[in-house]
């Protein structure tokens, strides 16, 4: 049995990843400030006693005896990473040192969730991991994009000068069950709109593209990486290749729930990147053939499901 810790624990994701260590017999604390997460994502785990449950905010130090570190702390949806953007810088640099200060100290193996992000609006395309990115340094995304890529060297360096135990993966856009109604990133918008009938609201023409990635085929993808020996540190893509345009998006999932809401154009705001598809062959090489199993149709289906018993 490891002891794991999850920051960002009561997240979206950080849920998922909880329930499925737990499930394989793990002891797990997820550590969480709840800013964007919250306690009804994991409220089904807290009867394991394997499971604990920390609020806390990694901006400040934490400090607790575990094997392995997953650190997932921050704001994913660019409405709430805007929101209070020196906070996001701080909580990706900072909460990084803090939580590579303790990786260190206790010699654990940490995890890095940076993001597709770190290519900006990518002019290679699809993204492999040797691409550096075109992201501007001084927009409204900087503090999630600059921030996850300093983390990104905090890691490097950290493995460099200490000998840290890293990984670092660097997730496309992922949607799934127990995403807010109000997370304000696409497929959650726009089920939402379709099952309230409400107009749907497409941001520029929707010749915008994205490759959506499954929450089950991340958290796989994930736990491989944690599992790599210690002379893999990514960073490696994990994202589901088939892309598709916002505005497919928005018919297909009009389509589904057989919805009678209407499509509206909304402006396209600030460095919204044009397209997004990763590349994944190294991601296939280095954690055992991994690829995605889960189309967008059948994601969609379950998510839509989960919407609909929510709202
Ligand atoms: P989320 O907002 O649901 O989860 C983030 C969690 O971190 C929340 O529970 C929030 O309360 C917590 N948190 C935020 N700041 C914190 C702080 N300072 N201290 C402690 N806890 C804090 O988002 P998510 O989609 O689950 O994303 C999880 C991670 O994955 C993030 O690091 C995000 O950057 C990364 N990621 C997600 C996606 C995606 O498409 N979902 C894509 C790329 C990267
Ligand atoms: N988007 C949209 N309508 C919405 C929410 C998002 O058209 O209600 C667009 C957004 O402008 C972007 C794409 O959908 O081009 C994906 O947005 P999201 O916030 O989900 O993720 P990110 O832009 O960070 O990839």
């Avoid at 994009?145 to 856009?173: M, P, T, W």
């Avoid at 589901?240 to 209407?262: G, Q, R, V, W, Y």
Wanted: with cysteine.
């Amino acid at each position: 049995m490891k002891r794991i810790l999850v920051t960002g624990g009561a997240g979206f994701i950080g849920s998922h990843l909880c329930e499925r260590l737990l499930n394989e017999g793990n002891e797990v604390i997820s550590l969480d400030n709840y800013f964007t997460g919250s306690k009804k994502n994991i409220i089904h785990l807290l009867d394991n006693p394997y499971f604990e449950i920390v609020r806390h905010d990694i901006t400040e130090p934490y400090f607790a005896e575990v094997d392995e570190v997953y650190n997932l702390a921050c704001p994913a949806s660019p409405i709430h990473y805007q929101h209070d953007p020196i906070k996001t810088i701080k909580t990706s640099v900072v909460g990084a040192t803090n939580m590579l200060g303790l990786a260190k100290r206790i010699d654990a193996k940490i995890l890095q969730a940076s993001t597709s992000e770190v290519y900006g609006d990518p002019k290679i395309h699809p993204q492999p991991e040797s691409y550096w990115g075109n992201v501007n340094p001084i927009g409204l995304r900087s503090c999630y994009d600059e921030g996850k890529r300093c983390a990104e060297s905090l890691f490097i360096n950290y493995h460099k000068q200490n000998d840290v135990r890293i990984k670092i993966i660097r997730i496309f856009n992922t949607y799934g069950t127990r995403m807010n109604t109000n997370d304000g990133r696409v497929i959650s918008n726009f089920i939402v709109q379709a099952l309230k009938g409400e107009n749907i609201t497409i941001y520029g023409k929707g010749n915008q593209t994205r490759s959506f990635q499954y929450v089950d085929d991340l958290i796989e993808g994930m736990i491989r990486m944690m599992n790599t020996d210690d002379t893999i540190t990514g960073p490696i893509n994990i994202g589901n290749p088939a892309e598709f345009s916002i505005l497919n998006l928005a018919e297909k999932i009009i389509e589904i729930t057989n919805s009678s809401s209407k499509i509206i154009f909304e402006p396209l705001p600030e460095d919204d990147p044009m397209q997004r598809k990763p590349d994944i062959s190294l991601a296939k090489k280095t954690l055992n053939s991994w690829e995605p199993k889960i189309s967008l149709d059948d994601g969609l289906l379950k998510v839509i499901k989960y919407f609909e018993s929510v709202i």
